[in-house]
């Protein structure tokens, strides 16, 4: 069975330090890793896809990179705004799978 | 270019009544997926559905749920006699193919009294 676990479970930062969040997955093979947001009382928010070890992508402040058991969302110098749970999720390869979500980290950036 | 529309966004339900949960996909998409999510929790699978047809059901209760996406109109999800432990905010996704990234709705926060 897939699994995804994401650490930290909370992470707080002030404005402009810059820290990494973790996803672990364990998939027989992957077809896709994908990163979403979620703000308090709203739905997921796409981010990135990331489809093989070493792939990266970027997005403002946040960059996804991605091996082959784990990925990382870096976020260079935040801002109170980027504060959110980021999701990730992993979908095995062959046919038609279901995607599988992490618990998420919650990050709080303090001004 | 709309994004996925889910209505309502709130609900209200005494225990033993039913609960329908409406989600219109993306403009393209023919692939809808259900999702539960408690507080604290992450998103759990429930169903996965194109027009006409349920392709993966195995994260759905067997008993009092249900869903369809129809040929004309929107998805519903179905909750019979609704119990406590069904509060829990509903989310709906779709994608273009079963093979890319999924786009969600804003939710259904269900709560039953």
């Known amino acids: 069975e897939d699994q995804v676990t994401q650490s930290p479970e909370a992470l707080r930062l002030q404005e402009g330090e810059s820290s990494s969040l973790n996803c672990s997955y364990t998939v027989s093979g992957l077809r896709g890793l994908f990163w979403y947001r979620q703000d308090p009382g709203k739905g997921p928010e796409f981010l990135f896809t990331?489809?093989?070890a070493g792939e990266e992508k970027e997005k403002e402040r946040l960059k996804a990179t991605l091996t082959k058991k784990e990925s990382f969302l870096h976020i260079t110098a935040p801002k109170p705004e980027d504060s959110a749970t980021y999701l990730c999720?992993?979908?095995?390869?062959?046919?038609?799978?279901?995607?599988?979500f992490g618990t998420g980290t919650k990050l709080q950036v303090i001004p | 270019n709309a994004g996925v529309m889910q209505n309502p966004r709130h609900l209200v339900r005494r225990r033993g009544q039913e609960a329908r949960l409406r989600c219109s996909p993306m403009k393209g998409h023919s692939h809808v997926y259900w999702y539960r999510q408690l507080p604290e929790e992450g998103l759990k699978f429930m169903v996965y559905l194109q027009k006409e047809n349920i392709i993966d059901e195995s994260g759905m209760p067997k008993e009092r749920f249900s869903a369809e996406f129809p040929k004309e109109g929107p998805s519903i999800l179905r909750i019979q006699q609704v119990v406590r432990g069904d509060s829990a905010a509903y989310f709906c996704?779709?994608?273009?193919?079963?093979?890319?990234?999924?786009?969600f709705g804003p939710g259904t926060r269900l709560t039953v009294t």
């Open positions: 990331l489809y093989s």
């Open positions: 999720a992993v979908q095995a390869a062959g046919g038609y799978q279901k995607v599988t």
């Open positions: 996704a779709s994608s273009q193919w079963s093979t890319h990234e999924q786009y």
